[in-house]
């Protein structure tokens, strides 16, 4: 396994950005990231959720997470590539401008990882947006034997339900470029609800912690492989 110092700097050379170098050299880890999007759907939601998942991450994980508190990023930012990890979510419309779609794809093609959580109602938007970014390919399946599934904890049926939303199976779905997953999907699952502090939708203990290992693994992942 890497350790979270390697990741970081494999992760700098790849995209050119010394920056990221000189935060690992200095013993800075993880800062989980949320992406900032147009269109008019609520990015900002789930506030609770990346300040949980760090948590997990430093009680569980070998990963170094720097500060609980996540950052906030846009795609135009130029800070963009010092996140290995990117988080977006919400319940409406995902809108990206043509200098946007051209940004996450560099970004993605460079190293870094897009986890989209639909909270039920971006599904539509999502997968439009998200076509302009690889229009050479779509969203697929990811494989229930993919590591993603595997590297931390273990879920032989993929994502696990959490929100009912219109009752039908989760699905995990990605973007692979030259093999490796570089998007990561859930849909009729609402990983991000089930992480958020648990007076909040009150879903039981079961279901939270799924909901939280399956973020661990999502995670570890994309800084791992």
Known sequence: MRSTFLSAILFALGLGCLAAIAGAEAGSGLVLARLKYGGGGDWYSNPSSLPNLGR???????????????????LL???????????????????????????LRRYLTSGGFLFADDNYGMDES????????????????????????????????????????????????????????????????????????????????DKREAAMRMAVNIVYYALTR
């Not at 977006?88 to 940004?103: F, K, L």
């Open 126 to 205: 999502f997968r439009r947006e998200v076509a302009r970014v690889f229009p050479d390919r779509k969203l697929v399946g990811v494989p229930f034997d993919h590591p993603i599934y595997h590297c931390f904890y273990d879920f032989p049926r993929g994502l696990p339900k959490v929100h009912e939303h219109d009752g039908k199976p989760p699905e995990g779905l990605g973007i692979f470029d030259r093999g490796r997953l570089v998007v990561f999907y859930s849909y009729e699952s609402d990983i991000g609800d089930g992480i958020e502090d648990p007076d909040v939708h009150h879903d039981p203990p």
């Open 77 to 103: 930012d130029e800070d963009l590539f010092e996140y290995p990890f990117l988080f977006m979510n919400g319940h409406g419309n995902v809108a990206w401008s043509d200098a946007e779609i051209e940004r």
């Open 56 to 74: 997990v991450l430093r009680e569980r994980t070998p990963i170094a997470v720097d500060r609980l508190d996540e950052a906030r990023v846009g």
